[in-house]
């Protein structure tokens, strides 16, 4: 059985292709993290998955951010700091499982699981409208 923390539906798309593409990718990590913790995985794993994570998580941050200069996004100050924040957080944990022998824990998940969901919901949807006049996909 197939153990998901994050499921992605129409309700999280900004209707942009390549962006609600990149969050899919992130919540597959999420449930790959979250299944790796239930079967009680070791930290290798555990480690290279949020190793992949933050990668991820830059490579789509990067993405929007671009998107925001393309555009003269009005509110990117306050989304780019959002940004800065998650993505020290998720050096953190990472920082944290490979200096001791700690994995993952249940609350670590499900901070980064609300935190992605709350900042689709409400930062990423702001830019929604904006980004539709461009036409960016
Ligand atoms: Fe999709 Fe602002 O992160």
Do not use: C
Request: aromatic share 14%; no cysteine; net charge positive.
């Amino acid at each position: 059985m197939n153990m998901k923390i994050a499921i992605w539906d129409q309700r999280y798309s900004v209707s942009v292709k390549s962006i609600d593409q990149d969050h899919q990718k992130l919540f597959d990590l999420l449930n790959q993290l979250f299944e790796a913790m239930t079967k009680g995985q070791g930290k290798n794993i555990i480690g290279s998955i949020v190793q992949e994570l933050e990668r991820y998580t830059i490579y789509h941050f990067n993405r929007e951010e671009t998107f925001f200069r393309t555009t003269g996004y009005s509110k990117a100050n306050e989304h780019i700091a959002e940004h800065s924040f998650f993505k020290q957080k998720v050096a953190e944990f990472k920082q944290n499982i490979n200096k001791s022998d700690s994995t993952i824990t249940p609350d670590v998940l499900t901070f980064l699981r609300d935190w992605l969901v709350n900042h689709i919901l409400k930062i990423d949807k702001a830019y929604e409208a904006h980004f539709k006049k461009y036409s960016i996909q």
